[in-house]
């Protein structure tokens, strides 16, 4: 038999695990995550592409977490020093910035409405997600703008301000670099 990419892909993960030691993880769940989450809850669709739509997401969600483990896991080694709650109000600054990419966003406004230093801000995103928080909001806005200009019939001024970039000019040369 003939093992699919996802097969394939899960074997590789799965197969340092011990079998004698079972292996659990009960660590923070990626703020990424959720995208998928939201993907699988709204999808209605019980065609080939829903069930793609599901088979993507799944595959994201499981890739996404496992990323995510990874960086804690090498962040652990290094003493990257942080409390829960930190890490907690940093993933709610993700999420914020999730749902407000269209909005004027920058260090000192985060770090005052979530209660972090500009420096632990920067740290715990390079330490959450491997980017500082600037490169995080550029990605997540690139990343609406291809949904968007995928599945809308906006033009790209209209994705441009749509997803927060106030130059046409910068969204277009950002998302051909991109």
Same mark, same amino acid.
């Given at each position: 038999?003939?093992?699919?990419?996802?097969?394939?892909?899960? !074997?590789?993960? @799965?197969?340092?695990?011990?079998?004698?030691?079972?292996?659990?993880?009960?660590?923070? #769940?990626? %703020?990424? @995550?959720?995208?998928? *989450? &939201?993907?699988?809850?709204?999808?209605? +669709?019980?065609?080939? $592409?829903?069930?793609?739509?599901?088979?993507? *997401? $799944?595959?994201? &969600?499981?890739?996404?977490?496992?990323?995510?483990?990874?960086?804690?896991?090498?962040?652990?080694?290094?003493?990257?020093?942080?409390?829960?709650?930190?890490?907690?109000? #940093?993933?709610? $600054?993700?999420? !914020?910035?999730?749902?407000? #990419?269209?909005?004027?966003?920058?260090?000192?406004?985060?770090?005052?409405?979530?209660?972090?230093? %500009?420096?632990?801000?920067?740290?715990?995103?390079? !330490?959450?997600?491997?980017?500082? %928080?600037?490169?995080?909001?550029?990605?997540?806005?690139?990343?609406?703008?291809?949904?968007?200009?995928?599945? &809308?019939?906006?033009?790209?001024?209209?994705?441009?301000?749509?997803?927060?970039?106030?130059? +046409?000019? =910068?969204?277009? +040369?950002?998302? =051909?670099?991109?």
């Amino acid at each position: 038999k003939r093992k699919t990419l996802m097969e394939t892909a899960l !074997h590789d993960i @799965t197969s340092s695990i011990s079998k004698e030691k079972p292996f659990s993880y009960y660590g923070e #769940i990626s %703020p990424l @995550t959720s995208k998928y *989450a &939201t993907i699988l809850i709204d999808n209605r +669709r019980s065609d080939a $592409v829903g069930k793609l739509l599901v088979k993507g *997401a $799944v595959v994201n &969600t499981l890739a996404s977490q496992v990323e995510h483990h990874d960086i804690i896991k090498a962040d652990d080694r290094t003493g990257f020093a942080t409390s829960k709650t930190e890490i907690l109000r #940093i993933s709610q $600054v993700a999420e !914020h910035i999730a749902e407000n #990419i269209d909005q004027s966003l920058n260090i000192d406004q985060l770090s005052k409405k979530f209660g972090l230093s %500009p420096k632990k801000l920067q740290t715990g995103f390079r !330490h959450l997600f491997g980017k500082s %928080p600037g490169n995080f909001i550029t990605h997540l806005r690139l990343e609406k703008g291809k949904e968007l200009i995928q599945h &809308t019939d906006l033009t790209i001024s209209e994705v441009c301000y749509k997803v927060g970039f106030s130059s +046409r000019s =910068y969204f277009s +040369r950002s998302f =051909y670099e991109r």
